[in-house]
């Protein structure tokens, strides 16, 4: 069993930064691929980022090179790290670890970009 728990979201204004982090308790991190999504109200949950156990990274084309998404297995642990945000990326971000049939979700953090 693997519990996630994403923090770092807030109120930031347009053209900021923010870096979420997404702690996860258990074995084995390494062995697990991890994603960030985002999900607005009424829209189904996107990928923003994913990083694969053997490092493969693949960002939403929404992205257009403004996030990083990174990994330190010695504390088990997956970034984002957000750069030039958009009001259009205010959404709530969920982190998600999978392997084959094990699949498990944090609960999210939101994130609002305004001015």
């Known amino acids: 069993q693997v519990q996630l728990v994403e923090s770092g979201g807030g109120l930031v204004q347009p053209g900021e930064s923010l870096r979420l982090s997404c702690v996860a308790s258990?074995?084995?991190?390494?062995?697990?691929?991890v994603d960030w999504f985002r999900q607005t109200p009424g829209n189904q949950r996107e990928l923003v980022a994913r990083?694969?156990?053997?490092?493969?990274?693949s960002y939403g084309d929404f992205v257009n090179g403004r996030f990083i998404i990174s990994r330190d297995n010695t504390k088990s642990t997956v970034y984002l790290q957000m750069n030039s945000l958009k009001p259009e990326d205010t959404a709530t971000y969920y982190c998600?670890?999978?392997?084959?049939?094990?699949?498990?979700w944090g609960r999210g953090t939101q994130v609002t970009v305004s001015s």
């Open positions: 998600h670890a999978w392997q084959g049939a094990r699949d498990y």
């Open positions: 258990g074995n084995n991190f390494r062995n697990y691929h």
């Open positions: 990083l694969t156990k053997g490092n493969s990274v």
